[in-house]
């Protein structure tokens, strides 16, 4: 009974035409869902490389190709007039296994390589890790099971999804140096950070995400927070932002060019301190007729010299201005007013000698006509800069440093610095208050008004400032809507968010557990982390954890000899946003046996590089092109990595249906024609040979014949 049923079953399955056309429908089918409609492959968490190499259509042509095999044996004898059907078969077969090949050992990324520098490793497109960043080493766990288009998290009631072994019990490696001098050696990440266990595993997931802080009252909390409501300015909307000094990460914010940091002193002292300070970070020596004086100055207000002829206004203030030696300085410029003229004067923060610019000179600029001399030699000017309390903006054009004291509930300090404004101070006091905040102007702008004396009235807008008592921070996973999201970002993964579970035995084996969210960055050797910082105790360094894409070895060392970027009607490539064309001049070095070849890799026109004689036979070819570049300085290039496995095989087993094909249609009829000609000749051969031919007709048929 048993072998009947195999019977019925291998006859009605694997021995069965129509069975094969089914799975050739199914097949068919899946391909069509797959390509077509993205939303059934997220469904099931599965990008396009991992849709196509799945167990459903594995099985699928797995069983097309054993249906194939057994009917071509079984019913098709191998025979010239089928010799096309055994090839159409054949390169089926062969497609089949080339394309399983194809998206099982598929491989694209990316890679960024500065000018003069090598890289011998790339970002996979696909794959993701976790990352783990501490004592100046880098190691990360492949995230292998991590979903990529839905959240899961406690607060979804779907992390269950996350509880799985590829995503639990992680157990990055990190190098260890024992003493100094030594040879750093890899070893457990708790051994490394000085802690007895640790083990680390992802409970949140979000496609798109931004990771915030908000503040949250904690009775055990003796530290004070703020939440500033910015209004739309120009391009900038409307946005909240922490303030919370306790905390180093969330102490500051960003609105345009204006920065805010909240910064908690011990007493009034210390803010009297950083107000005087404020008024002095610029700071002239003037000696000129026997007067010798150091007086501190602001930008875009007159000096008050009380030396009789002379005067001066300092009308801007550059503090990254590149010299023509190449380095950075801090650069003032001034107005100069003495008995006999008037020009304008530079000087830099530690250098004796300044630059003059002498006025109304035919064919100068606004500026005046560089000087290599000091107009006023009798005039000796001596710059310095100093901001010891860091109230100076860093990346913007102003600053605003809010203090707070424990003796003062409810008050706080506001002292306003700008580049080139003077320095203001504002006191604000209770639950609530307004900070009215200038929009600044850069040096340039400000330099340029005063030359051509268009000045613009400074506008301003007031930021409510919640302040926050018994406050304490947490860190949040914002989603944004699907309405709001980019699909460049959301396609390269960019927004990517997870949480990351820290728990162990600290130094004292005293067991902790902490969450923190650790943001996506889409080339963590080589960009600046945010977030994702495990404040451990007891640890030894700092460490901090980033979600990005996973790394692999490239089959060669690749070296940026030169990169050079072409815009369209002879532009300059970094003053327009369409380029023309991008070229990469690299050196790819084999890293067993040292043989290179130096290429140019542009646009449209990529780099193939093959390891050995017979790496396209195999799928081992290798794919460079351009992919980025940086639109500031030219100073590196992005350049695309992939293979292409299976082609050789995919091509083949297509020309072997093509040929199967013109064979049945256009070979076959010849050769049964053939073969029926050689029948009938062949019979009538042996007609003849037996006696058995047509007989003699008689009678009156056989008069009428003659």
Not at 10 to 35: C, D, E, K, N
């Amino acid at each position: 009974m048993f072998l009947r049923s195999v019977d019925w079953l291998f006859r009605h399955t694997l021995s069965s035409v129509p069975f094969g056309i089914a799975l050739l429908v199914g097949i068919a089918g899946y391909i069509a869902v797959g390509s077509g409609l993205a939303s059934v492959r997220e469904y099931f968490e599965l990008d396009e490389m991992g849709f196509f190499n799945a167990l459903p259509l594995k099985l699928m042509m797995f069983l097309l190709v054993v249906t194939l095999i057994t009917v071509t044996i079984q019913r098709i004898p191998f025979t010239p007039p089928r010799y096309g059907v055994w090839m159409v078969h054949t390169g089926i077969v062969t497609l089949i296994a080339g394309a399983a090949y194809h998206y099982n050992k598929k491989v694209e990324g990316a890679i960024l390589i500065p000018v003069d520098g090598a890289a011998t490793r790339f970002y996979d497109r696909w794959d993701r890790a976790l990352y783990l960043q501490a004592g100046g080493y880098v190691t990360r766990v492949p995230l292998t099971a991590l979903p990529r288009f839905h959240a899961y998290s406690d607060e979804l009631k779907n992390a269950d999804y996350l509880d799985r072994s590829e995503l639990r019990d992680l157990s990055p490696v990190l190098a260890k140096v024992s003493q100094p001098g030594a040879q750093p050696m890899p070893a457990p990440a708790a051994e490394a950070l000085g802690l007895k266990e640790l083990r680390l595993a992802i409970t949140g997931y979000w496609p798109y995400a931004e990771v915030r802080t908000r503040l949250v009252q904690d009775a055990s909390s003796n530290d004070v927070g703020f939440i500033a409501r910015m209004p739309a300015h120009g391009d900038d909307a409307a946005n909240e932002s922490v303030l919370f000094g306790a905390e180093l990460r969330s102490r500051q914010a960003m609105w345009g060019a204006v920065e805010f940091e909240h910064r908690p002193v011990a007493d009034q002292a210390a803010i009297n301190a950083a107000i005087d300070a404020s008024k002095s970070i610029h700071r002239i020596a003037i000696k000129v007729a026997g007067i010798d004086k150091t007086v501190a100055v602001q930008v875009g207000q007159p000096v008050d010299l009380a030396i009789p002829g002379y005067a001066m206004q300092i009308e801007s203030f550059e503090p990254n201005f590149p010299a023509m030696d190449g380095t950075r300085v801090q650069l003032l410029t001034m107005m100069v007013q003495t008995p006999t003229q008037r020009f304008r004067r530079q000087v830099i923060s530690g250098r004796d000698k300044p630059t003059d610019w002498k006025l109304g000179e035919l064919g100068s600029g606004p500026m005046g006509k560089r000087q290599t001399e000091p107009l006023d030699p009798a005039l000796i000017t001596t710059y310095t800069f100093s901001d010891p309390f860091i109230l100076l903006p860093r990346n913007g054009l102003a600053k605003h440093t809010i203090f707070t004291t424990p003796n003062e509930s409810a008050k706080a300090t506001v002292v306003g610095v700008s580049l080139n404004e003077p320095p203001s101070v504002q006191t604000l006091e209770g639950a609530t208050s307004v900070l009215s905040v200038a929009h600044p102007q850069s040096g340039e702008d400000v330099l340029t008004a005063v030359m051509t004396g268009r000045t613009q009235a400074s506008h301003a807008d007031d930021v409510t400032l919640l302040r926050v008592d018994h406050a304490k921070a947490e860190q949040i996973a914002d989603v944004t809507p699907k309405a709001m999201r980019n699909r460049d970002e959301g396609q390269s993964g960019r927004k990517q968010v997870v949480r990351v579970r820290a728990e162990g035995r600290d130094a004292n084996d005293k067991p902790f557990k902490l969450e923190v969210l650790a943001p996506f960055s889409e080339r963590p050797f080589e960009s600046p982390w945010q977030g994702g910082l495990l404040n451990i105790p007891g640890m030894s360094t700092v460490a901090q954890v980033q979600l990005g894409n996973d790394w692999r070895r490239l089959p060669a060392r690749i070296k940026l000899d030169k990169f050079e970027a072409e815009a369209y009607g002879g532009f300059e490539a970094t003053s327009v946003p369409m380029l023309r064309d991008f070229r990469s001049t690299i050196t790819i070095t084999d890293l067993e046996t040292g043989k290179s070849q130096t290429d140019v890799v542009f646009l449209n026109s990529p780099v193939k590089y093959d390891p050995s004689p017979l790496s396209m036979v195999f799928g081992k070819s290798w794919i460079f092109f351009q992919s980025g570049w940086d639109n500031e300085g030219q100073r590196f290039t992005v350049l695309g990595i992939g293979n292409r496995p299976g082609v050789f095989a995919m091509t083949a087993g297509c020309s072997l249906i093509i040929v199967g094909i013109f064979y049945a249609f256009y070979i076959k009829p010849l050769i049964i024609k053939r073969m029926k000609k050689n029948a009938l000749k062949k019979a009538q051969a042996t007609e003849h040979a037996n006696g058995s031919g047509p007989k003699p007709k008689r009678g009156r048929a056989a008069l009428t014949a003659r």
